[in-house]
């Protein structure tokens, strides 16, 4: 079965310094990972996704990740944080076939920036 | 474009109170459809899909329910609320190329 582990519970880093977000998956085969993050009072807004090629992905709002199949990790970073980054982020995997879709999403990561 | 829409926002209802949540997706057909709660301080967890009318596909056993009656419409019910039943309910939406689209989502106070 595939599960997410989202190691860090709740991260406060200062604005303009830089964000790592740690994501580690187990699937048995290539997996889909996605990133969303979750703003107050809003649902959830798709970061970067990864389905094949290029390891290092760019989104929106200035993140990118990096899948390493090696350590099972799609770590989320960001050079210099930006007060409005302060939200819930999900790291979520995906299966690669089969008639329903499901995400297996991670317990979350919140974040807190101090101005 | 696709959209998804999720109402209420907010809802606040006492124990043993039934609810309904409604979630309709339009500019799609034949969407796969899910029901997510998140628990305060938890992750996401899914509690309902769906891959076609009266089609559901329960993930984990509770004292909610989930029904659609229409192509783009998924439903989420319970017959009497529990305490435990509060949360922030979202719903979902995705088609085979496997990204998912969310509404704004209910967060749900049970008093």
């Known amino acids: 079965a595939q599960s997410v582990t989202q190691p860090d519970i709740h991260i406060t880093v200062s604005e303009g310094a830089s964000l790592e977000l740690r994501c580690n998956y187990s699937y048995g085969a290539t997996p889909y990972l996605f990133w969303y993050v979750q703003s107050p009072g809003q649902g959830l807004q798709l970061l970067l996704k990864y389905f094949s090629g290029d390891t290092l992905v760019q989104g929106i709002k200035g993140f990118e990740a990096e899948f390493k199949r090696s350590q099972s990790s799609f770590n989320l970073r960001k050079p210099s944080v930006h007060w409005s980054d302060a939200a819930e982020y999900f790291c979520a995997v995906g299966a690669s076939s089969g008639s329903a879709r499901q995400l297996t999403f991670g317990s979350g990561t919140q974040l807190t920036v101090l101005p | 474009s696709q959209t998804i829409h999720q109402w209420p926002a907010t809802l606040v209802q006492p124990v043993g109170s039934p609810l309904s949540l409604e979630c309709t997706v339009e500019g799609t057909s034949n969407p796969n459809l899910y029901w997510y709660r998140q628990a305060a301080g938890r992750g996401l967890q899914l509690l309902f899909y769906s891959v076609g009318i009266g089609q559901i596909s329960s993930e984990v056993p509770q004292n909610l329910s989930a029904s659609r009656p229409q192509d783009r419409q998924f439903i989420l019910s319970s017959k009497k609320l529990l305490l435990s039943d509060s949360g922030f309910y979202l719903c979902?939406?995705?088609?085979?190329?496997?990204?998912?689209?969310f509404g704004q989502g209910t967060r749900l106070t049970v008093v």
């Open positions: 979902a939406w995705s088609t085979n190329r496997q990204r998912a689209f």
